[in-house]
């Protein structure tokens, strides 16, 4: 990869750093306050936050500074060290996930060769943090939380890799970049203006891609770790304040890193339609072009959430394991079949 | 297996919800965002709910009606009703009667901060001495406040409604909310400040009260 504008590495690593710190929570208030709060909101016929700010928009940032000014509490016979070290864990994977997240040809904070897998890897230890969580607080209803995230990794874990390989055959690379470029640089049955987004391609992979984030993530129909009429909150019942503040954060940050990761798989990523792969003005463009692509797809994410009861921890694993598995299978055979013969 | 129309259907149901909340106009005008129009929110500060009849606000005291029997205050399940009262002599209701004998209130709180709200009290209340009322607007600054005292009670009287029966036949169970006018009943208060003589210790006066309601 070519230095961003000849500077050297500190610079950049500065620049891309402070960058990335300013996105992630940005990110994570946009879907917020676009769905949690508004969107929500308007499916039950209510108005949502209407006051802070314009349109209730300050909202989540008044929320903010609330628990940040709330007691740190920790149950008596809690880990201690565990206890405050599973939020930072849980922050840290959908931090991590934003690394390889390409929005422009050199307007990506590190192109990994192995993006995918990177990605891949990274997104499954929030997980860790949970079961942390679940277990440092020396409660019952947390530690079957985090048991229930645990257990739920079985589940989806699979179905989301297998559903990414069919990508990756698709588009001879694991490198996030190569695989915007080969849906850039793809041709519909010689027709190539929109290049070949790979959902007309993978539909059944980005179908099952759709369900298995939405496992990962925990929303709704698959969200038994959190499960608030039961469990109260699952994992993170005995946290308050800032430590609260940061599994909220995670938890949006990550269905926002998901959203793009299934954009560059699915959607075409940033490029935009006309453009030379490698135009800097993509630099620019590609961000935004990116950014409402993303919302499209976390919107999905969130109506789904706001539309389904909760599963059954056994009814994921069912559903996972005889639906979701032989499905990503078989879509893999295909493509593979396809990638030989064509 | 999932049924897939089922969860297509689902999508729809809150898509259009959303949509109709969002964009409630018709017409010309139907692609204005007016949620405000289009929610059922009451935005409470700035406008008011208009509570039903029944709903559960706060409980007044018709003061005239209670003869401090303690019925209230053993059946309330957090403890949060506390009187005291005394008796006084009355004349007689008729000509050549016996000069009776009535309770009077000295005290009757209570504790809204302790108060859940069960409506025991009013069920078992023999004498058509409390009622609900739907006002909801009495918060304070300070927990203490909250213990509302008998004048404050019966200011309560003011905003319970006249009820409509739950339905025909059913006039016998509905309580009939008490007019203020002058044939009401007993008016011990009245009587006590004209000059009557007190009779037993406020304690005693309770306790015998107490056992005669329950004959």
Same mark, same amino acid.
């Given at each position: 990869? *070519? #230095? ?21 929570p940005t990110a994570a208030l946009m879907l917020g306050y676009l769905f949690l709060l508004k969107m929500m909101a308007f499916m039950q016929s209510r108005l949502g ?6 349109? #209730? ?41 934003? $690394?390889?997240?390409? *929005? ?6 590190? !192109? ?11 997104s499954s230890l929030s997980v860790l943090g949970v079961l942390m969580a679940g277990w440092a607080s020396a409660n019952k209803y947390a530690l079957l939380g985090g ?22 055959? &698709?588009?001879?690379?694991? !490198?996030?970049?190569?695989? $915007? ?19 007309? *391609? ?7 891609? /759709? ?7 925990? &929303?709704?129909?698959?969200? /038994? ?43 075409? @990523?940033?490029?935009?339609? @006309? ?39 056994? &009814? ?24 030989? $013969?064509? | ?55 559960? #606000? ?6 005239? !009606?209670? *003869? ?27 000509? @050549? ?5 009535? !309770? ?17 009290? $009013? ?81 005693? #006066? ?10």
């Amino acid at each position: 990869m *070519t #230095g961003l504008l000849g500077l050297a590495y500190w610079a950049e690593t500065a620049i891309k750093l402070g960058v990335a710190l300013v996105v992630i929570p940005t990110a994570a208030l946009m879907l917020g306050y676009l769905f949690l709060l508004k969107m929500m909101a308007f499916m039950q016929s209510r108005l949502g936050p209407t006051d802070v700010g314009p349109y #209730g928009s300050l909202q989540l940032i008044a929320d903010a500074v609330k628990f940040l000014q709330k007691e740190d509490i920790h149950p008596a016979a809690a880990d201690r060290r565990v206890f405050r070290a599973a939020p930072v864990v849980v922050l840290a994977s959908s931090f991590l996930l934003f $690394v390889v997240l390409p *929005t422009g040809p050199d307007a990506v904070v590190e !192109n990994l060769d192995t993006g995918i897998f990177y990605a891949m890897a990274v997104s499954s230890l929030s997980v860790l943090g949970v079961l942390m969580a679940g277990w440092a607080s020396a409660n019952k209803y947390a530690l079957l939380g985090g048991l229930r995230a645990a257990g739920q990794l079985i589940a989806y874990e699979l179905p989301l890799i297998l559903a990414v390989m069919g990508v990756v055959i &698709q588009a001879d690379s694991l !490198n996030l970049q190569e695989i $915007v470029r080969a849906q850039a640089e793809g041709e519909i049955f010689g027709f190539g203006l929109i290049g070949n987004p790979f959902i007309l *391609t993978q539909f059944i992979g980005f179908l099952i891609f /759709m369900i298995s984030a939405q496992a990962e993530l925990t &929303q709704t129909p698959f969200d /038994m770790p959190v499960a608030e009429t039961e469990l109260v909150g699952g994992f993170h019942v005995e946290y308050t304040g800032f430590r609260f503040l940061l599994f909220f954060m995670a938890e949006v940050a990550t269905a926002f890193a998901f959203s793009a990761l299934a954009t560059v798989m699915f959607l075409g @990523g940033w490029w935009i339609p @006309g453009f030379d792969f490698d135009a800097p003005i993509l630099n620019v463009l590609g961000p935004v072009v990116m950014l409402a692509k993303i919302l499209v797809v976390a919107f999905i994410i969130f109506w789904i959430r706001f539309t389904y009861p909760r599963l059954r921890e056994d &009814q994921l694993q069912k559903f996972a394991w005889k639906v979701l598995i032989p499905l990503s299978l078989a879509n893999i055979v295909v493509t593979g079949i396809f990638k030989v $013969v064509l | 297996m999932p049924q897939f129309p089922g969860l297509l259907k689902g999508l729809g149901v809150t898509a259009r919800t959303a949509a109709r909340t969002l964009f409630p106009k018709r017409g010309m005008r139907t692609l204005i965002p007016a949620p405000q129009q289009g929610s059922v929110t009451v935005q409470y500060p700035h406008e008011k709910e208009a509570p039903p009849d029944r709903a559960r #606000g706060v409980i007044a005291l018709h003061e005239e !009606n209670c *003869t401090a029997c303690m019925l209230c205050s053993r059946s309330c399940p957090d403890w949060c009703i506390y009187i005291e009262g005394h008796k006084v002599k009355a004349p007689p209701r008729r000509a @050549g009667g016996a000069v009776r004998s009535v !309770n009077v209130v000295d005290r009757f709180d209570i504790d809204y901060a302790l108060c859940m709200y069960c409506g025991i009290c $009013v069920e078992v209340c023999p004498f058509d001495a409390l009622f609900w009322s739907p006002e909801y607007e009495y918060s304070e600054p300070h927990i203490a406040d909250l213990l509302h005292d008998r004048i404050r009670l019966s200011e309560w009287m003011e905003t319970v409604p006249a009820f409509e029966d739950y339905e025909p036949g059913s006039e016998q169970k509905v309580r009939q909310v008490p007019d203020f006018g002058p044939d009401d009943f007993a008016p011990a208060r009245k009587l006590e400040a004209d000059g009557a003589r007190e009779l037993a210790s406020e304690s005693d #006066g309770a306790r015998e009260l107490a056992s005669g309601a329950g004959s």
